[in-house]
């Protein structure tokens, strides 16, 4: 059967962008019968950027809790978080030594991440997008749901499952397929529209947090940058206004329908009309799900015996293929 994998990052609060673009869609495949589905809370990602120890244990449980509360289902998915699994970092490790820097330097998020200075950056945030490989390839999943931001990364798993099996001629790595759906695959910043919307963004008025109370939410609606024209009739009239796209594509995202539907019933409105609409609709798709994150962030035991649970489950599929490797590798165990 084809097998999903995805993760996401603890560092930081959960936002919108990290549930329409990543969860909801999980939610989604884990409901569909072709599919494995194996869902990841990478924590070993987080630490190449600095992470306080006390936020890095509070945001790995809120991300499982985010997962569940959201409908991932650890007696269908297999549910963990990637440190309790130590075959991602000796995977990580062997396609380092696969990759090379030069597909690393071309990676546009660590550009983007980096900025000019990298005497300032970790080796990890460089190294990324091969531990990312390894976390997809030590379950041979076929299937990936990321956003748009990531197919770099998936592409860059494929070249080092192509190159691995090339070197040491063998078919055993698969070549993992990005999926990229749905019009919120890129939810930008509320106040800077060429830019996505990020847990570890300068502002909070930037993003609008899962965990944010209903009056948070309005409020950052309603100050969201938006350009002084009315609402379009068709998305042949969102070219070039970013942030009116985005805040649509939000709407979109939210009410699982398209940007055209949405411009059909508020095309020619004004956002004093839009922002309070798309507000009301963000509260009610959110507010239950924050309130079951709430209880289970309470009950810390239950997350961690969930996870743990779900690494052995994780662990029984990666052990084989990891042994496999280091066999066809050569090395002497
Ligand atoms: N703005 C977004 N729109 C759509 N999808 C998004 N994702 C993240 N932001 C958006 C998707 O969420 C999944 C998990 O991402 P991640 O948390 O592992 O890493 P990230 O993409 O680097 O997320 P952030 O929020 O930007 O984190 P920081 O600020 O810490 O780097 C991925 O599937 C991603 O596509």
Known sequence: TPRVFSGIKPSGGLTLGNYLGAIKRWVEMQEDPTYETIYCV???????????????????????????????????????????????????????????????????????????????????????????????????ATHVPVGEDQKQHVELTRDIAAKFNHDYGVDFFPMTEPVIEGPAMRVMNLRDGSKKMSKSGESDMERINMLDDADTIAKKFKKARTDPAALPTDIEGLKDRPEAKNLIDIYAGLSECDAADVLRDFGGEGWGKFKPALAELAVEKLAPVSAEMKRLLDAPDELDAIMKQGAERASEIAEPILSRTFEIMGFVR
């Open 42 to 140: 990478v924590d070993m990602h987080a630490v190449t950027v600095w992470q306080d120890p006390a936020d890095l244990s509070r945001a790995t449980r809120e991300v499982a809790a985010a997962m569940l509360a959201s409908g991932i289902d650890p007696t269908k998915s297999i549910l963990f978080n990637q440190a309790r699994v130590p075959g991602h970092a000796e995977l990580g490790w062997l396609f380092s030594c696969v990759a090379r820097v030069g597909w690393m330097n071309r990676m546009t998020q660590f550009k983007d991440k980096a900025g000019k200075n990298t005497e300032k950056v970790s080796l990890g945030l460089y190294a990324y997008p091969a531990l990312m490989a390894a976390d997809i390839l030590l379950y041979h």
